[in-house]
């Protein structure tokens, strides 16, 4: 291997493949990135996985002779953040030795042994859509799946592509996320995308990146000009009807507020919070949120309209779930909560569900009471 190669371009790549390759896995050379040169090209390709996610990167460099190195992933990032110049060298001085330099610095670094690295098949799909936005989907959904093990179709984000419109949903069993947007892309396609998978593709992209999106046997293929990026799937049909769900809350009540507001009067009743809920009431044009915890009691409101009061005691709700919520969503909202205390919380592109829990008060008479 003998190559230049533009030093930022390289960091850059680098970086994201080392988000994929685990850290400190027993199997040493997935620690690593495979860097493969081609002097026929003159293409560079860095290859990172972790068995459940796999990225390829291609770079154009002046490449000199073709090679394969396996590089500590940390090591790699390292050497390209602090060499000098805009462009970097790097040698193969031995089969598994290699010299990488930059402006006045050199180093020269013992590699993996590249021969034992399990390449990931990076297949192109033969049918594809477009996408965009991955970092909104992501941001928007994955706070909403489950990390029970045992259910691993709850672990993803279902994707459906339709009419020019993305449709993606999300549940863990106690709340559920739908949100629809735009799209440019007549498919009818439809994905379960592992909810860590999609998190760490959208941490190595912009918003605005286009992907062809396809699936090839187990894998979803998520390709841009530069870069392969491939996650396990699911099938499709493992998930829950979470429309079905959404069809059957009959709202009792309903307000309507700023988003932004809310999330600031639970920032400030959430303060010193252990794991009581929030007690959330409709009444007199105001949404109040109050909390009893064991060593404080908080207490805010906030500006809404509101046809009609809740009762006196309110609903009680998990605070963190409802805080990741109003950390997504902005603008005006619309709370709507049926009889039982199951909210729905609507906004232009959003729909929201989360299952109340049990009015503490009377969860301790209950206990009380049996113990008498």
Known sequence: MKLE??????LAAAKNAARVAPHRSPVDVLNGILVESNDDTGEVFLTATNHEVSIQHKITASVMESGVMLVNARLLVGMMDLLEGDFVTLSAVAPARLAVAGGSCKYVINCLPAKHYPMPVMPFPEETARITGICSLA??????????????????VQVR?????VLAAACDGVKVMLLKDDAY???????????????LLASICKDTDEFEVGDVGNE???ARNDMLFTMRKLLAGGYIDTNAIMKGIKPAYSAVANADEMRSALDIVAVGAGREAVNLILSKGQII???????SVAQTGVAATIPKDTPKSGFFYEIDSLLKLL????GRAKLEID???FMVIKTKNEVYLQLPLRDPARSVANVEKMAA
């Open 289 to 295: 949120l109050q909390r009893n915890g064991e060593y």
């Open 220 to 222: 979803v293929v998520f």
């Open 327 to 330: 950390n997504v969503i902005n």
């Open 161 to 165: 592509l339709k009419n020019n419109a």
């Open 139 to 156: 941001r928007r959904t994955v706070f909403a799946v489950s990390a029970d093990e045992h259910k691993p179709a709850l672990q993803c």
């Open 339 to 341: 009889a039982k205390g």
């Open 5 to 10: 190669i533009n030093r930022l371009e390289m």
């Open 185 to 199: 892309s007549p498919d009818d396609r439809e994905f379960l995308l592992p909810g860590r998978s999609l998190q």
